[in-house]
């Protein structure tokens, strides 16, 4: 999964080198009363560390896309008096949880992000050399000798978002695409009572039992002449290319489901015909809207799998997942 054509970044490469350790200081100590006072020198600070961090509202590693080097402070040099440099700044590397850490070179796992806040020390700073106040003894009163600081070190590092696979969500506006998406995912999209509320896709991260989880990408609408360039046209199909599995997001309340189904797949297959060899599940949405009787005589009426969910009432939202679920661990087999 290298970087697509889309915002969907999901790899970088990185070159880090942490800061380098500050000198440690040969200072001695002198006034007009102790001309020849003792040794003061301090340490140098230690150099910066370079720290991944995950960070549970990014998704993608789109922000680092263009980082191609990072490079963090190096420490200060002791002073006088055996004052301290000042440490070198620490830089932060922020990444989505899910982002696995190897180094370029050895191809080394490094680690994991598991969760938000968790930090890395991906590199650690060089330390401080000591001042010369530390190499100080009862047969060497006066060292001239203090420490250099330790340098940094370097790595190239890929940083690749685990993801097992994608779902994308297909519909005519308001269907609920984007409901869903922020009911089982941490995502906000923009949610309103009317057509094309979404104009740009979203994604989000759904969790799904024992710390697995897949990425669910919610796209604007799509309607009958999307292909000839009616309502936002079809161009965020681009989007959908790369899942594995497409959800057809259906409200209860259509008077044809099938008819809406087919008219999704026209269009999706006049975009790419590739995209129909993707699997599909429908999804009938706001179904709390109708009630046992009527949900009864849609199952009845259609020939092909589907799920019926509410997002605002939470129903069907677990036997959705498992669906996906099982349909992505198929593909991967
Ligand atoms: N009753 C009910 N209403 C829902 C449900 N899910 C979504 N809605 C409502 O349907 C409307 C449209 O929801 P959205 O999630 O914005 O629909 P969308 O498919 O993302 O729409 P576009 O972005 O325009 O393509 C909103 O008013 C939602 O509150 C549901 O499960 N039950
Ligand atoms: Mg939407």
């Known amino acids: 999964m290298k970087n697509s054509k889309n915002n969907f970044v999901d790899y970088v490469k990185i070159y880090c080198k942490s800061g380098n350790g500050g000198k440690g200081s040969a200072h001695f100590f002198r006034s007009r009363i102790q001309p020849k006072g003792g040794p003061d020198g301090g340490d140098g600070g230690r150099g910066g560390h370079i720290i991944v961090r995950g960070n549970r509202n990014l998704w993608t590693l789109l922000h680092l896309k263009f980082t191609k080097h990072i490079k963090a402070g190096h420490g200060g040099d002791g002073g006088k008096n055996t004052s301290t440099g000042s440490s070198g700044k620490d830089i932060y590397i922020d990444v989505p949880i899910g982002t696995i850490i190897k180094n370029i070179e050895t191809n080394q796992y490094l680690s994991e992000i598991t969760s938000d806040k968790e930090e890395y020390v991906l590199l650690q700073g060089g330390l401080g050399g000591r001042g010369n106040v530390h190499f100080k003894n009862s047969v060497r009163q006066s060292p001239r000798y203090a420490q250099p600081g330790q340098t940094g070190v370097e790595a190239s590092v890929v940083l690749e978002l685990k993801v097992l696979a994608d779902v994308g969500l297909v519909g005519f506006p308001n269907a609920g695409k984007s409901t869903l998406l922020s009911v089982v995912t941490a995502a906000k999209p923009k949610i309103a009572d009317y ?21 669910m990408a919610d796209i604007p609408g799509i309607i009958e002449g999307a292909s000839e360039g009616k309502g936002l046209g079809h161009r965020f199909l681009r989007h959908i290319e790369r899942n594995t599995c497409l959800l057809f997001m259906i409200p209860a309340s259509s008077n044809n489901i099938m008819k809406v189904y087919n008219i999704l ?16 599940l429908l999804v009938i949405t706001k179904s709390d809207l109708i009630n046992d009787e009527i949900q009864q005589s849609i199952s009845s009426s259609l020939t092909i799998k589907h799920l019926f969910i509410s997002s605002l009432n939470n129903i069907g939202l677990t036997a959705l997942k498992d669906e996906i679920w099982k349909i992505l661990i198929e593909k991967n087999d």
Not at 195 to 215: A, C, H, K, W
Not at 272 to 278: A, I, R, S, V, Y
């Open 195 to 215: 057509e094309f509320t979404t104009l740009n896709p979203n994604l989000g991260i759904v969790q799904y039992r024992d710390m697995q989880s897949f990425v």
């Open 265 to 280: 797949l026209k269009e999706l297959t006049k975009y790419n015909p590739e995209l129909l060899d993707k699997n599909r």
